[in-house]
């Protein structure tokens, strides 16, 4: 009786681990450019190209994303306006517009790595298990301190040389009219 609950429980586990495991992996995900690099407040998109790894049609279903900092926000929708909803065995598509990152502003300069994007999907439409990942690093610099508007010097230097034009016209006026 015991060897019968054993077995029975082992083989539902395995059933589950083979059904997990034939989803991992089934869409390979190949971003253009792993790292990319901007100032907080600025969006990131990151562009990639999908290939379906199996022999049957998958269906991309979805997303999630997990990020290093709560200064960055990821965007999938771009996979559902870019991508086919579904690939067909061993097809490809892209590059495209995947997701985007949005630095918030005030974020701290540095390097974000360990953020991923997942896309989720299965063999019909409802399914939503992982079936392709993508790491990702973002380096936020540091914003830079904006200089005086070129409207603002010429007007300043233009309202100078008014001033200076007119104080020498009026004394070259008193000294001439005497």
Same mark, same amino acid.
């Given at each position: 009786?015991?060897?019968?609950? $054993?077995? &029975?429980?082992?083989?539902?586990? =395995?059933?589950?681990?083979?059904?997990?495991?034939?989803?991992?992996?089934?869409?390979?995900?190949?971003?253009?450019?792993?790292?990319?690099?901007? +100032? %907080?407040?600025?969006? #990131?998109?990151?562009? %990639? !190209?999908?290939?379906?790894? !199996?022999? $049957?049609?998958?269906?991309?279903?979805?997303? !999630? +994303?997990?990020?290093? /900092?709560?200064?960055?926000?990821?965007?999938?929708?771009? *996979?559902?306006?870019?991508?086919? /909803?579904?690939?067909?065995?061993? %097809?490809?598509?892209?590059?495209?517009? #995947?997701?985007?990152?949005?630095?918030?502003?005030?974020?701290?300069?540095?390097?974000?790595?360990?953020?991923?994007?997942?896309? @989720?999907?299965?063999?019909? &439409?409802?399914? !939503? *298990?992982?079936?392709? $990942? =993508?790491?990702?690093?973002?380096?936020?610099?540091? /914003?830079?301190?904006?200089?005086?508007?070129?409207?603002?010097? #010429?007007?300043?230097?233009?309202?100078? @040389?008014?001033?200076?034009?007119?104080?020498?016209?009026?004394?070259?006026?008193?000294?001439?009219? $005497?």
């Amino acid at each position: 009786m015991k060897r019968t609950t $054993s077995r &029975a429980v082992l083989t539902l586990l =395995a059933l589950v681990f083979i059904s997990a495991a034939a989803y991992a992996d089934s869409v390979g995900i190949t971003l253009t450019e792993m790292t990319q690099t901007g +100032a %907080a407040g600025t969006t #990131l998109t990151f562009d %990639a !190209t999908l290939t379906n790894l !199996t022999g $049957s049609t998958i269906f991309l279903n979805g997303d !999630t +994303a997990t990020t290093s /900092s709560a200064f960055l926000t990821v965007d999938g929708s771009p *996979l559902l306006v870019n991508f086919p /909803s579904t690939l067909s065995a061993g %097809a490809s598509s892209g590059p495209f517009a #995947l997701f985007t990152v949005l630095i918030a502003p005030g974020a701290t300069p540095g390097t974000y790595d360990l953020n991923s994007f997942t896309i @989720l999907g299965g063999n019909n &439409a409802t399914i !939503t *298990l992982p079936i392709g $990942s =993508a790491g990702f690093t973002v380096v936020v610099t540091p /914003s830079a301190v904006p200089e005086p508007a070129t409207l603002v010097m #010429l007007g300043s230097g233009l309202l100078c @040389l008014g001033f200076t034009t007119r104080f020498k016209t009026s004394r070259f006026m008193k000294t001439h009219a $005497s």
